[in-house]
């Protein structure tokens, strides 16, 4: 593993576990065993480190959500296939996943927030996508297409923050719950 990967599995931890803004940028240089020109060399600043943290997370979670995106399936098979993919980012990069929700809702004015917020706005934008692609199969759409991506979005992020806070590190949603939650999502937008 070179320099810049090893500081960014160390930013990863350490922002996890102590939040970007208590974790000292020489902290960091010392945890990955490099020394701070090396940091600043590969990203400038610890902002810069954040950034390039988030966009490799990011596009790893986007693959795993989208890749399989076909605007012509039915939204019955779309929404739980979404639903599966986003828990199992969610689970196997647990660390990454509860990092951009912390920091998604830190204060606006953090520098923190600055650099999460394109990335949970492309989120956002996906999730529209998604429902504008279906609209001719909700007949109740209306011009929801927004309010229906951020209520499915919400749903598959509170359910994934309040497990994680009451199950253990290993925990596991099984298939049939995966499927449950999509499907009781559909069931609010089908009525």
């Known amino acids: 593993m070179d320099n810049k990967e090893k500081i960014l599995n160390c930013a990863l931890d350490l922002f996890h576990a102590r939040g970007y803004d208590a974790v000292g940028v020489q902290e960091l240089a010392e945890m990955a065993g490099v020394t701070k020109p090396t940091l600043y060399y590969y990203f400038g600043n610890k902002q810069g480190l954040l950034k390039e943290l988030l966009s490799r997370e990011y596009e790893i979670f986007k693959h795993t959500v989208f890749k399989e995106n076909d605007p012509d399936e039915r939204v019955w098979r779309t929404l739980p296939r979404i639903a599966a993919a986003y828990i199992d980012y969610a689970m196997d990069h647990r660390k990454a996943y509860m990092l951009m929700m912390a920091l998604f809702y830190s204060a606006r004015e953090n520098e923190a927030y600055q650099v999460v917020r394109p990335f949970a706005e492309d989120l956002y934008q996906q999730m529209v996508q998604i429902f ?60």
Do not use: W
Request: glycine share 10%.
């Open 132 to 191: 504008s692609g279906a609209s001719d199969q909700l007949g109740n759409m209306n011009g929801r297409q927004e309010q229906f991506a951020l209520g499915f979005t919400g749903m598959l992020d509170h359910y994934m923050l309040l497990m994680s806070a009451r199950q253990s590190e290993d925990f596991h949603v099984p298939p049939e719950t995966k499927e449950a939650l999509a499907k009781q999502f559909m069931h609010g937008i089908f009525s």
